[in-house]
């Protein structure tokens, strides 16, 4: 990868979830699929910043010009520039010398999965965006859109990792996590994305025995990587889905649209929205249809979805 392209992997949350927070240890799982940051020098020295960002189908969402000295939009600025604009001047207040010339310069963003199935859209940005400006991401990632960093750091990860906050150098631990059981599990995007803030504010709301939660947790993050069975996974699982969900008076995913299905299925991220995680020992299409049912078209294997060691 050269010095004008920058590249970050998305995530999907195994364990923890939100209380990976507050320190617990949570697995996460770098994707196949994410976002790419291009930039190109321009002959100008107009001071102008051209931006571009295009979904996974190569259409623009974003078209924007901005006034490299102040970061401003030249002409009007919607809610996406402005967020664009705050990111790109904590950077340069964590780095001076960041765009900081009169050259004009392109910058195209391209997505390589569909913004609404929340795999990182904002954390591969960030961390594109913190590589490029030589700041640190986890710092960047405060200022902008806050969260525990997890993402950020799947989004330089290059297989599963153990990540621990804190403050802006987390712990993080690259980890040979690669079941044997790997071709049962699947991941079904359930057709609606649930905003993080939204269940970062039911969290912090409605959580309760936060200490006991989190060994609980810790101990169920460690068994996982160790088990050696199907059967022992689906119990870690389901084990987890019923710490989270007494602990923050939340229905599983389960109990509320899978209460037929012949496997485990747990929530992966915000609950109630996003991918659930399916385990599943026949045919595919068996599993397909059965989804299709429930109106849920959207289904990948580990392969598809997990990065590759």
């Avoid at 910043?49 to 600025?77: E, I, M």
């Avoid at 689906?234 to 209460?259: G, T, Y």
Wanted: hydrophobic letters at 40%; proline letters at 3%; aromatic letters at 10%.
């Amino acid at each position: 990868m050269d010095k004008n392209t920058f590249y970050g992997h998305g995530k999907l949350l195994l364990t923890a979830e939100y209380f990976v927070l507050d320190g617990a240890k949570a697995l996460a799982l770098p994707t196949q699929l994410g976002q790419h940051l291009r930039l190109q020098n321009l002959s100008g020295s107009n001071n102008l910043l051209y931006w571009v960002a295009l979904n996974n189908k190569r259409q623009p969402w974003l078209k924007t010009v901005l006034d490299k000295r102040d970061f401003s939009c030249v002409g009007t600025a919607d809610d996406a520039t402005m967020r664009l604009s705050r990111a790109l001047s904590f950077c340069r207040n964590l780095n001076p010398a960041f765009l900081n010339n009169n050259n004009d310069v392109a910058v195209e963003t391209q997505l390589e999965f569909p913004n609404e199935w929340g795999l990182g859209s904002s954390s591969t940005f960030i961390y594109c965006l913190a590589a490029w400006a030589q700041v640190n991401a986890y710092e960047l990632l405060e200022k902008t859109l806050g969260g525990s960093g997890y993402d950020v750091a799947c989004a330089g990860a290059h297989k599963p990792i153990l990540y621990q906050r804190n403050e802006f150098s987390p712990i993080m631990e690259e980890v040979n996590w690669n079941p044997v059981f790997k071709h049962h599990i699947y991941f079904a995007y359930q057709g609606k994305k649930k905003l993080s803030s939204e269940a970062i504010t039911h969290y912090k709301n409605n959580m309760r025995n936060k200490g006991a939660t989190i060994q609980a947790l810790n101990k169920i993050t460690k068994q996982v990587l160790s088990c050696a069975t199907l059967s022992e996974f689906e119990q870690l699982l389901m084990a987890h889905e019923e710490i989270i969900a007494k602990s923050l008076s939340l229905p599983k995913v389960k109990e509320e649209r899978f209460v037929d299905f012949n496997g485990a299925v747990k929530s992966l991220g915000a609950w109630g929205g996003d991918f659930v995680l399916l385990t599943h020992t026949g045919p595919r299409e068996t599993l397909a249809t059965y989804l299709r049912s429930k109106n849920i078209d959207t289904l990948l294997n580990w392969d598809e979805m997990i990065l590759s060691l």
